[in-house]
């Protein structure tokens, strides 16, 4: 019982991590239809720098932790405007266009990041508290998970009530319903696509720094591992679905830490297959419109 609750807990956190790189790439897809394949790039970039500011702030203290966040959330959000404004903007509904841009811009990162910050990983110093455990129910939970679930629902919380409160929100919502209504009844769609970008950056940026966090360390590779995970989360939950985007990054995580431990790290391979059965039995996933 205390292994399958670690287990749990844990994929939840784990799961965190993968929510805040997936939500964005969901809104994204819902609203304009573009597959973002750079946006690990901006997972990758703001880890990086809220790093550098965060260690010359206090490197090791919360200080420099919560500032480094709040670069992360910076970079990701200008960041992602910046490559909608100038990279996206002009091919929309040109699909492989953007999708070679995007790609490009992923590969062409990576070897950025290579030259500035090398090809190895760089290990961060973290809280002691972030290094210790917390017990539960006789299970002893790393702490930094619980950074990681609080960090994802505030960032969900936060989404919604943009979503839902905010004239913005409700032009987001209503073009991810039915695109062609909203630009039809005289609305400029352009501003909301750049905000959209932009919400998906700083939860991408955020997610970079938070990654840092959980594997101790940042790398050039960082986004690109994790990306493939958020596009899989995408698909399980419904491209363009916030909610469905939430369950699947706990689904896909939990999966992958209980067939990690049960069936000999075979994680990876059972996240794929559940891939597989969820677009066999629903090709619009959990809580994507289905559409006759």
């Known amino acids: 019982m205390t292994t399958v609750l670690l287990l749990l807990i844990t994929g939840v956190g784990l799961g965190a991590l993968y929510f805040l790189v997936a939500s964005g790439l969901s809104l994204i897809y819902g609203l304009m239809g573009v597959l ?11 880890g990086f720098l809220g790093w550098e500011v965060g260690r010359r702030v206090g490197d090791g203290s919360w200080g420099g932790l919560l500032v480094g966040m709040l670069v992360g959330l910076v970079v990701g959000a200008l960041v992602a405007a910046i490559t909608e404004l100038v990279f ?5 509904n040109r699909h492989i266009e953007q999708v070679l841009v995007t790609v490009g811009l992923g590969l062409a990162s990576v070897a950025l990041f ?3 910050w090398g090809t190895d990983p760089i290990q961060i110093r973290l809280p002691e508290w972030l290094g210790q455990t917390t017990n539960v129910l006789g299970a002893n939970i790393p702490n930094d998970r619980w950074l990681l679930i609080g960090s994802a629902a505030v960032v969900l919380a936060l989404i919604v009530l943009f979503l839902r409160r905010t004239s913005y929100g409700l032009v987001i919502r209503a073009g991810v319903e039915n695109r062609t209504m909203v630009t039809a009844l ?3 769609v352009r501003r909301a696509f750049t905000i959209v970008f932009a919400i998906g950056g700083a939860a991408a940026g955020l997610g ?3 990654a840092s966090v959980y594997y101790g360390q940042v790398g050039a590779h960082q986004g690109t591992s994790l990306l493939i995970y958020a596009f899989i989360v995408t698909v399980i939950g ?4 916030l909610s469905g985007a939430a369950i699947a990054s706990v689904l896909v995580a939990v999966i992958q830490q209980f067939a990690n431990f049960y069936l000999g790290g075979t994680g990876d391979l059972a996240v794929v ?9 629903r090709p ?3 809580m994507g419109k289905v559409t006759h």
Request: no cysteine.
């Open 88 to 92: 996206i903007r002009p091919l929309y």
């Open 208 to 210: 970079g720094v938070l």
């Open 273 to 281: 297959l559940a891939l597989a059965a969820v677009l066999l039995v």
């Open 114 to 116: 290579e030259g500035i």
């Open 36 to 46: 973002n394949f750079a946006h690990g790039s901006f997972l990758t970039l703001a």
């Open 186 to 188: 005289g609305i400029d």
């Open 238 to 241: 419904g491209l363009g679905s």
């Open 284 to 286: 619009t996933g959990l």
